[in-house]
């Protein structure tokens, strides 16, 4: 039979708790949702996820067993803006066209 030293017996009551919160759960974002049982199956949640991925948007496709469907979501704290900024597009000169329209012959 063996005894624990002090150092060792504090070690194993630090490491011997019961956990009071619940860890935090990491944010994400629902883009859309796609039922499970549909006829072509998750098909329809992925090429909806290949689009905004294709657009810069790291969209996934999970499966929410509760509702029993297929779910497009953005991992990460940012996931509202997705890294996109709020700067506004630069704006053409308005007036008359450079060139004529029509062609006379």
Not at 34 to 55: D, L
Not at 63 to 81: E, R, T
Not at 82 to 95: A, C, M, N, V
Request: hydrophobic share 35%; charged share 25%.
């Amino acid at each position: 039979m063996s005894t624990l030293t002090l150092a060792d017996r504090r070690a194993h009551e630090a490491g011997s708790y019961v956990r009071t919160v619940p860890p935090p759960q990491p944010s994400r974002t629902v883009l859309k949702s796609f039922p499970a049982g549909a006829p072509r199956g998750q098909w329809p949640a992925e090429s909806f996820a290949a689009a905004r991925r294709r657009e810069g948007i790291p969209a996934r496709v999970v499966m929410d067993l509760d509702s029993d469907s297929f779910l497009v979501i953005v991992d990460g704290p940012a996931a509202d803006d997705h890294g996109k900024t709020s700067d506004q597009l630069p704006q053409r000169p308005r007036g008359p066209h450079p060139y004529r329209t029509a062609v006379t012959s």
